[in-house]
């Protein structure tokens, strides 16, 4: 009937509006997961090859030892504010899925309010 096509109109709108929003979440969360996977990362290659040069402390000198793991740090290797950047993409990615979403929900509202103003216009005809 009339009333079940709405129904099922509205239903498909707000699926829609709910994988958006869950694709914005999910998205959100797969950049932060890898970006902390590839910080981890460079912190253990970092640890593994300070922990090498301190195995070869018996061929160098202490000074040599510290001008040599002088550079490796993670501010060396990792650059801070490209990872916020991309967290800040990556959020904003995520509001403009949101509203959108919450645009496709009022337009599932309105799918019912203009196919009741559309029966009463056509019952007094």
Do not use: P
């Not at 709108?13 to 997961?33: M, P």
Request: charged letters at 25%; glycine letters at 4%; aromatic letters at 6%.
């Amino acid at each position: 009937s009339g009333s079940q096509l709405v129904s099922l109109r509205k239903e498909i709108v707000v699926t829609v509006a709910d994988l958006a929003e869950n694709q914005g979440a999910e998205y959100e969360e797969q950049i932060s997961q890898k970006l902390s996977e590839s910080k981890q990362n460079i912190e253990d290659k970092i640890t593994n090859l300070k922990s090498s040069v301190y195995n070869t402390q018996a061929y160098l000198s202490d000074s040599e030892v510290a001008i040599l793991l002088s550079n490796v740090t993670l501010e060396h290797f990792w650059n801070s504010e490209i990872e916020s950047t991309t967290l800040t993409e990556a959020a904003s990615y995520k509001g403009n899925l949101s509203v959108f979403a919450s645009g496709i929900r009022k337009a599932a509202q309105n799918i019912e309010e203009v196919d009741r103003q559309g029966s009463i216009q056509f019952s007094e005809n």
